[in-house]
């Protein structure tokens, strides 16, 4: 006969009353304690069973219980340490743990005050759309030997973050003009627009007349502050012009961009950033400002003659320059800043005296500077972003009044529209390097750095691959060693773009730009013996373009220092000079400079 094994906690009642006869059968009642988590009851109770002890052996027998009853204890109003064990004692759970606290910590140490920064930094990542800040997180992780999904970026760890909504005036999905302008002025434009509003007819010079932004980097410099600009794209492209110049169309960089028409009445960009000082201090009265004390990046042959005795020792062209005026703007700019130093290769920036020059200007390339993974190809050496950052912390924090300094990684953009996911990844990780060196060279109690992006791109994260497969890999399923095949019976890979030149195969090439000397690929290509995780390789496209193409959809924006806090929630993109100017007080600090 099978027993009832019943746990220490039961208790045996003899209900009915003793008898002397030996033969008069007992009701017994037992009372089981059930655990917490029982099938019964999830929060534990009593479970009660009746029945008659027909064999009188003093114990109730499972084929004796008549009636069973179970009574479940009320919810818990609070977890005990045996239940938050299962919580308490797991990865996640603690590193969480960890990060509210630190996040805590972050938040009670910010400056919340209007004008508590002395300093402000703002990194733009061209092109750098969610996608790509995932995808990098992840690339950045494996190649730390890490699985990678766990990985954080530097300007991911940064205690406050939002979105910001991207289109301008009159288009859906944006260009770099009109978003930098949003970002730098506070004020939303047309496409192809540079530092002027929506009033303003692209391509019509005198329209724009009347209708000139004032940037934040403007405010600082009539400020007091020292001023820097920073990109790996040619410094008069449109997203660094976009903090200095005026222009009705971001394409005028030098004067042979420009019809006759329109360079008879308007400045070319390379022209507004070398008379930067003299022209700021023509447009508003009684001030006096000593110039940008910091500009580095590409675009020589903007500031060039076209005539082969200006070209520089690492120019590609036959004739570097393409200035069709004569002006050698880098001799002009010498001689407006005799004790600063003009330098074009990485031997120059190197021997940069930090502590005693107060002017640099820099050209590495004569267009745009290399991607991250093609620097070493450069023929005379140039500095990495996060070099260039490095230094020019060091000389602008020379100013006791502060600074203010803009960081554009604007390759990212490039390898995006060529279809390369290798050199955008690529020069995001960089990006999170350079704002690493922010980090540590500045401090949260008067520095408030914004890190964001002026668009996206049609970049996607797709199909169901494993924890730890290879960002740039072909996708494996969760507990597969092969590719999963599409219905057409090839793999593919977790990246891809939407649209654009699509697959090319051209291993270890570190260049994205050669993808540009093929034509677009259409249809699907079978990737079985392709390795795609070289920098070569260029992601499938479903839309055949000559080039990849901008997304409409928000960015992240990440902040820390005074004024962080306000970085929260989606935003329209101009307001991200509001956060700026509300941190700093340039509006006020600016105003009070200029003669009434």
Known sequence: MKKLNLISLAVVVALAGCSDDDDKIESLTVKNTLAVGSEQCINGGIETLTGDDSNQNGELDADEVTTTTVVCNDPETSLNPQQLAPLTTNTWYKEAHTKLASSQDNIANIVKESGKAKNVILFVGDGMGISTVTAARILAGQLQGKMGEEHQLSFETLPFSGFAKTYNVDAQTPDSAGTMTAMASGVKTDVGVIGIDEAVVNGNCLSGKGHELVTSLELAEIAGKSTGLISTARITHATPAATYAKAANRNWEDVSDMPESEAANCEDIASQLVNFEKNL????????????????????????????????????????????????????????????????????????????????????????????????????????????????????????????????????????????????????????????????????????????????????????????????????????????????????????????????????????????????????????????????????????????????????????????????????????????????????????????
């Open 281 to 596: 201090e023509a447009r508003f009265a009684g001030i006096d400002v000593d110039g940008l004390e910091v500009v580095m990046g590409g675009g020589r042959r903007h500031f060039l003659p076209k005539d082969a005795a200006y070209n520089s020792a690492d120019a590609v062209s036959s004739v570097e320059g393409d200035r069709t005026d004569g002006r050698d703007l880098t001799a002009e700019w010498q001689a407006q800043y005799p004790n600063g130093q003009y330098v074009m290769d990485q031997a120059g920036f190197n021997a940069i005296d930090v502590t005693n020059t107060k002017h640099i200007f820099g050209l590495f390339n004569e267009s745009h500077m290399q991607y991250e993974a093609d620097r070493g190809n450069d023929i005379a050496g140039e500095p990495s972003l996060s070099e260039m950052t490095a230094k020019a912390l060091d000389v602008l924090d020379n100013n006791e009044k502060g600074f203010f300094l803009t960081v554009e990684a604007g390759r990212i953009d490039h390898a995006h529209h060529a279809g390369n996911a290798y050199n955008a990844l690529s020069d995001t990780i960089e990006l999170s390097k350079a704002v690493q060196v922010a980090l540590d060279k500045t401090s949260i109690e008067d520095t408030l750095i914004i890190v964001t992006a002026d668009h996206s791109h049609v970049f996607t994260i797709a199909g169901y691959p494993k924890r730890g497969n290879p960002i740039l890999g072909k996708v494996v399923a969760v507990g597969e060693t092969e590719p999963t095949l599409a219905a057409d019976n090839m793999p593919y890979t977790t990246l891809g773009y939407a649209n654009g030149g699509g697959f090319r195969d051209l291993g270890q090439e570190t260049d994205a730009e050669v993808g540009y000397d093929f034509a677009p690929v259409t249809g699907r290509v079978d990737l079985t013996d392709v390795d795609t995780q070289s920098p070569g390789f260029h992601q499938e496209a479903l839309v055949p373009l000559s080039s990849e193409t901008h997304a409409g959809e928000d960015v992240g924006v990440y902040a820390i220092g005074p004024g962080a806090h306000l970085v929260t929630g989606t935003n329209e993109q101009s307001f991200i000079f509001h956060v700026m100017d509300y941190a700093a007080d340039l509006v006020k600090q600016a105003d009070a400079k200029v003669t009434n």
